[in-house]
């Protein structure tokens, strides 16, 4: 159904533009002027042809105009204020060469363990509009690939990019979260005047610490400190797992089986004393599980303000009309002041 934001408020008024059939109608009948309108005496058996019509025209034309802008033609605008306010998130990928491991599927294929997040990791930033997002990589040594940002499109094209051999091997879960913690630490806690709801890390790994400066329990300590919950996802199966093999050109040429050596007790650590949930990811269904579960915990709701803007006519309607009406006027005194000379019949 079309919904014009066009409306006229008081209606109503049109009846008034039964008048002008009225008048014409009762001049037709009366030869003694009335002051219904002015100068309507001088529409007294309007001519249907010749300048007589003109008079009458402009103030039909002129009263319909007044009795519109009565009504009061107006546009009413729903406009909605959305006042939110987010998170600061950053994820902390591990770019290990055990993410190369195998142990997930995309229907009956194989794939890797980086294969397998990047989409889950996709999605959950396209379903947090609100929130500023930044990525943190870590293996050997961690390092930034986006600071916190609401430009998620620019920030899905990095992640997309992401792949293993980025960074130096290892697993330096402890710089990793520390460099994440830091890159909260820079960011603004007040936007538009109003404090932020908070922050907190997403923490996603394979391994076990083996690497870095800082060890997990101080970065563990810092987050503490700074009130940041760290939620962390321990991916892959346990046991052996197949990781492929590559020459120096960087084609496969096989596989070989490897023992996954996830440290569960440090993620579990880390996520309890910061407040955080830790989550284990041994397929596709179950990381899509963790990130929809911290999605869950850490989502605002919008709450929006919706009003009417509305913008009157009145005076578009209204100020055309008296001008008609005025015409109307003049153009009965110049009638008068300069009378047709009389014709007279042939006898």
């Not at 002051?35 to 058996?45: G, M, T």
């Not at 792949?163 to 603004?188: F, M, N, P, Y």
């Not at 008296?322 to 110049?334: D, E, G, I």
Request: no cysteine.
């Amino acid at each position: 159904m079309f919904n014009s934001p066009y409306i006229f408020k008081d209606p109503l008024w049109f009846f008034a533009l039964l008048i002008i059939p009225a008048i014409i109608f009762l001049r037709s009948r009366r030869t003694v002027s009335v002051l219904i309108v002015p100068f309507a005496s001088s529409w007294h058996r309007v001519s249907l042809t010749g300048p007589s019509r003109i008079p009458a025209i402009l103030a039909a034309l002129g009263l319909t105009l007044v009795i519109a802008g009565l009504a009061r033609p107006q546009k009413v605008e729903d406009r909605r204020e959305v006042r939110t306010q987010g998170y600061d998130l950053i994820l902390a990928i591990d770019l290990s060469t055990s993410m190369l491991s195998e142990d997930f599927t995309e229907g009956s294929t194989p794939v890797n363990r980086l294969q397998a997040i990047k989409p889950v990791i996709q999605a959950f930033i396209n379903d947090r509009p609100s929130d500023r997002i930044g990525v943190v990589l870590f293996a050997g040594r961690a390092y930034t690939l986006a600071p916190l940002t609401f430009d998620h499109d620019w920030l899905a094209r990095q992640v997309e990019q992401i792949k293993i051999g980025l960074v130096e091997d290892g697993t330096a879960i402890g710089d990793g979260l520390g460099v994440a913690l830091t890159r909260l630490e820079q960011s603004e806690r007040t936007e538009d005047g109003q404090k932020r709801q908070g922050a907190f890390v997403i923490l996603l790994t394979d391994g076990a610490n083996n690497r870095g400066t800082l060890t997990p329990q101080q970065a563990t300590a810092i987050a503490k400190e700074r009130h940041v919950p760290v939620y962390t996802i321990g991916a892959g199966k346990e046991g052996w797992v197949p990781v492929p093999v590559f020459d120096n050109n960087g084609n496969r040429i096989g596989a070989r089986r490897a023992i996954s050596d996830l440290d569960e007790e440090t993620l579990r650590t880390i996520a309890r004393e910061t407040g955080g949930n830790y989550f284990r990811a041994r397929d596709n269904s179950t990381i899509k599980s963790a990130f929809a579960a911290i999605d869950r915990a850490k989502k605002i709701e919008f709450q929006a303000k919706s009003y009417l803007v509305t913008t009157e006519y009145f005076f578009w309607f209204a100020a055309p009309g008296a001008v008609l009406l005025l015409l109307a006027a003049l153009a009965v005194r110049t009638a008068r002041r300069n009378p047709q000379p009389a014709i007279s019949n042939p006898q």
